[in-house]
């Protein structure tokens, strides 16, 4: 398992997903791939802990979602608990030294994660209590 992104744990599953990771930035990018009838081909990349626009694709049945910011105490941790749906949250990528500071980060953080993640197959890994893992499958 090579582990290229870890994170708080949302809660603690032994639900293990694999899927293509797929940035969602906007509500349009929500319905877009909720409309699509592929939904749980993909493990969701959104920005923020409190992107609560992705409602729709949890009560859809998401697989999996990986955060670059937000705590597991937010809004998406709450409902990613509720709908016992994996999620990884503030990832980082273990091979940079960039990390997520509440009002000291630039796009560039950001920009990495999703330039890494996006288009990747993954698994989550959510069996600690403490820390979620993101492992490339291919």
């Known amino acids: 398992m090579q582990v290229v992104a870890e994170g708080f744990n949302a809660f603690e599953t032994q639900k293990s997903p694999k899927g293509e990771v797929k940035f969602l930035g906007s509500p349009k990018d929500v319905i877009e791939v909720v409309r699509s ?4 081909d993909y ?3 959104v920005r923020g802990g409190t992107t609560t626009f ?3 694709a949890l009560s859809m049945g998401a697989s999996g979602v990986i955060t670059m910011s937000g705590a597991p105490e ?5 409902l990613s608990r509720e709908f016992q749906i ?4 503030t990832a980082y990528l273990t091979s940079s030294e960039s990390r997520y500071a509440v009002g000291n980060t630039d796009d560039a953080h950001f920009e990495e994660i999703a330039d890494t993640l996006v288009g990747k197959t993954v698994q989550l890994h959510c069996d600690d209590a403490e820390v979620g893992r993101v492992s490339i499958v291919s």
Not at 37 to 40: A, N, S, V
């Open 86 to 89: 994996p999620c990884v949250m």
């Open 43 to 45: 493990i969701l990349l």
């Open 54 to 56: 992705l409602t729709p």
């Open 74 to 78: 937010s809004h998406l941790g709450i």
């Open 37 to 40: 009838g592929k939904l749980q």
